[in-house]
């Protein structure tokens, strides 16, 4: 596809969280990029990335990052939410980035402007596979994400920022939990998200106090400890 002005300037960018709660894990999923094969007197260093790529002049900014997402992990139907707009005139212009541009952009000094989206998902529940110009899709721990191509450090951390602000009030707990669950589940789930140690006896005060949760008089099954009370919560009932 012959690339417009338009599309050389403006690109898409998703961040998608897997919770792994075997693990009790917030991880992220990467892309590796394919070498670019270029001829140069250094050896190409692959590097990660998150899925995105330059918008089509034709297609909306949410309809180019279901696109873009799709063609590079094979991953559809999540609900994916734009929360920040990434435009520092350097973002692209990094010496890291400079051969894998010059092989995959018409014009690889043109600078670019992303659309950052973010989504947090169970991580079972879907099954990335390479697409496009993606040679591997690989999920990092994002305690432990390597340095990634050109401002993608920058974004997790923005997406992730983000998602701590809106943790109590926006249902982030009810995508990521079975419809039952423990307040053990529960509690592991904001832990790993907020990066921090909560106090239990306060932690279910503060739910109880907000009438969020339904006590379902269940216990858990087939479990070798002592069965805990099973819950849901109010809105997906």
């Known amino acids: ?17 897997g919770y792994d709660e075997s693990n009790n894990k917030l991880e992220v999923l990467l892309i590796e990029q394919k070498d670019p094969a270029l001829r140069t007197a250094h050896s190409y260093r692959p590097q990660f990335a998150i899925p995105g790529d330059l918008i089509d002049e034709s297609e909306s900014l949410d309809e180019a ?19 920040h707009t990434f435009g520092d005139p350097m973002r692209v212009k990094q010496e890291k980035d400079k051969e894998w541009l010059a092989f995959y952009r018409s014009d690889p000094d043109a600078r670019v402007v992303t659309i950052a989206y973010y989504t947090l998902v169970r991580k079972e529940m879907i099954r990335p596979v390479p697409g496009s110009f993606a040679k591997n899709v690989v999920w990092k721990n994002v305690k432990r994400v390597p340095p990634l191509a050109f401002d993608h450090n920058l974004i997790v951390k923005t997406a992730i920022e983000d998602i701590r602000a809106r943790m109590h009030y926006n249902h982030i707990a009810e995508q990521l939990l079975p419809k039952k669950f423990t307040l053990r589940q529960l509690q592991n789930l904001y832990e790993v998200i907020l ?7 306060n932690f279910i005060k503060r739910f109880k106090k907000d009438e969020e949760l339904i006590e379902l008089g269940e216990k858990q099954k087939g479990v070798l400890h ?7 919560f109010k809105t997906s009932r």
């Open 1 to 17: 596809m012959k690339k417009s002005t338009f599309r050389k300037h403006l690109s898409v960018d998703c961040v998608i969280f």
């Open 65 to 83: 990052a279901t696109r873009v997402l799709k063609e590079l992990t094979h991953v559809e139907g999540l609900h994916l939410k734009q929360f």
């Open 195 to 201: 990066n921090t140690t909560l106090d239990k006896r």
């Open 226 to 232: 002592k069965p805990a009370q099973l819950y849901a």
